[in-house]
Each structure stands twice: as C-alpha cells, then as structure tokens.
C-alpha cells in the first residue's frame, strides 16, 4: 500500500508544490480507493518569493501584445487581487506564435481575448478593460492602482506617464517593459517607485548613455538604437509583425524575468532599471541593474 506522504512528496517535486487560489488535489482512486477532491490552502510559495508582492494588487496593464500579454498571465497566477487591460488593438493570426492568445481569439480585442483566459485561470481575480490607447481616468489611476505597467512600447504612452509621475501624493508605483527588436532575447524594466516624480521614460533616458558609455554592457546597446531594416521584431523596441516565427518561448521568458525583478522593486519601493538576457544571448552579462539616483 502506498504511503500517502510519500506519494504527495513525489507529486510536488513533479508539478508543483502548491496550489493557486481556490485549487483542489485530486486524488485518484488508486491512492484512495475513490475519487474525491481535497481543498488546499492558498499557497503560493515561501513568502519571500518576488512574485508575492503582486498578492492582493491592483495592477494594470497598458499594452497586451507579446511583453504584456504573457506579463499578464504572469501576475494573474502569482495572486493579484484586480488586472485592468487597456490595448484597443485585435488578434490576428500572425501573432499566435509569440502572443498569448489561442486561434479561438482571432477577430477578438486583444484586451477582451486576454482579459478571459486569466478569469479561467483563477475565478477569484477581477478582470476588467479600459477603452482606448489610455485609460479616461489616468489621473484617477494614479492614486486608486498599486502599478501601472507599460509594455505599449509607444513614445506617446511614455511621455504621458512621465507627466502623471508627477501627480500628488502618487499611489501607484509605474513600471515599462520591453525586449529588443532584433532577437527579442533581451529585456528592459525601468521602475519609479512612488516617491519618484519622474516616470520611467525619463528614468530610461537618464539609464541609456551609462549604458552606451559602457562596452562591457555591449550587448544592451541595441536597447537605445534604432532598429536595423533586416531586424525581425520591427518597427520599434519590443513590437513584431505576422510573419515573424519561433519567439513565443523567448518572449514568454523575457516576460517572466522582468516580472520576477518587478517584482523585488516592488518589494524594496526603488526606483531604476533592470537590464535582462536569456542564456543564449550572444556574450555578456546576463543581468545589469541601474539604480535612479535623485
């Protein structure tokens, strides 16, 4: 007869030692003799894991394509309380080999389309979507959400945050995501905590020309760079076109780094700029931090 601890171990080591939200175990009849669900906690991990610190949050999410749609799924499972999605634009089908997104979302919002798949993931998170390029409210947002994340990649959006960095007594911490354009194996997260009047277009500029002063970070300077003609991910820092195949795991995995570090600059309340690189990137560090220095 098996013996029930043992089991569990085992099963842990394989899937996952927790679960999400509401989950339940299912154990099957071999273990038991019948089939029955067994309610677990909700347990996400030991409590200093950096994803913790989305628990019980109100986060949204500004741009819905190939950072943010997988960042989204990301923050969805790591607990938090509330998403708002803001991204007018619809699924295509070029976009399903690096977008978040199923065939069954062709013609959908993107917003709409995303906004589903994290309520199937936990039915206890609030999932709602803001119309337009930029929420109505921005202002309001300011003081009601616990972050803003950019992953529009628009020079537009950036600006505007950077003024609404500057709203008093500013609740929400602002965060911009991106990868390059060329091999969308690289990553950039610029944070501004609260207490930071500038929003984190500024803070990118202030980061770039340490970085390119720097041939040790080599391998980041396409961050600041115009896009070549034969790049892959065009026309600009982060963005991809239908035809482009093969970087649904880069990308995933992009996003997950930068939500992992998000995620200790939220814990710390600091302000700077997160350099990232998946294993295979050509040389270099594979992680380069600059801190925003008032």
């Known amino acids: 007869m098996l013996d029930f ?60 394509g190939g950072i943010g749609s997988w960042t989204a799924e990301f923050i969805a499972r790591a607990g938090a309380a509330r998403i708002t999605l803001c991204d007018p634009s619809v699924v295509t089908g070029g976009l399903l080999v690096r977008q978040n997104f199923l065939e069954t979302d062709l013609g959908a919002a993107k917003a709409a ?89 500024s803070l990118d500029s202030l980061a770039g020309p340490s970085v390119l002063d720097d041939h040790q970070l080599e391998l980041y300077h396409a961050l600041w760079q115009e896009a070549e003609p034969d790049d892959e991910l065009v026309p600009t820092r982060g963005c991809s076109v239908p035809t482009f195949h093969g970087s649904s795991a880069d990308l995933a995995a992009v996003a997950a780094t930068l939500t992992t570090f998000l995620g200790m600059q939220l814990a710390g309340s600091k302000s700077g700029t997160h350099l990232v690189a998946l294993p295979h990137a050509r040389s270099g560090p594979h992680h380069h931090y600059v801190p925003h220095v008032p």
């Open 113 to 201: 389309a995303l906004a589903d798949r994290l309520r199937n993931i936990d039915d206890s998170l609030t999932v709602d979507i803001a119309e337009g390029l930029l929420p109505e409210d921005a202002e309001q947002i300011m003081n009601q959400a616990d972050l803003v994340i950019d992953a529009t990649v628009s020079l537009a959006i950036g600006q505007c945050l950077d003024v609404l960095a500057r709203t008093p007594n500013r609740k929400a911490t602002l965060a911009q995501i991106a990868t390059d354009t060329r091999t969308g194996t690289l990553g950039i997260l610029t944070v501004c905590a609260p207490g930071t009047l500038q929003g984190p277009h």
């Open 5 to 64: 601890k043992a089991s569990w171990t085992a099963s842990s080591r394989n899937s996952g030692e927790y679960g999400l939200g509401r989950a339940t175990c299912f154990f099957p009849r071999f273990l038991t003799g019948q089939p029955y669900w067994v309610p677990v906690r909700d347990l996400r991990g030991p409590s200093n894991r950096p994803v913790n610190s989305y628990q019980h949050k109100h986060i949204h999410i500004w741009g819905c």
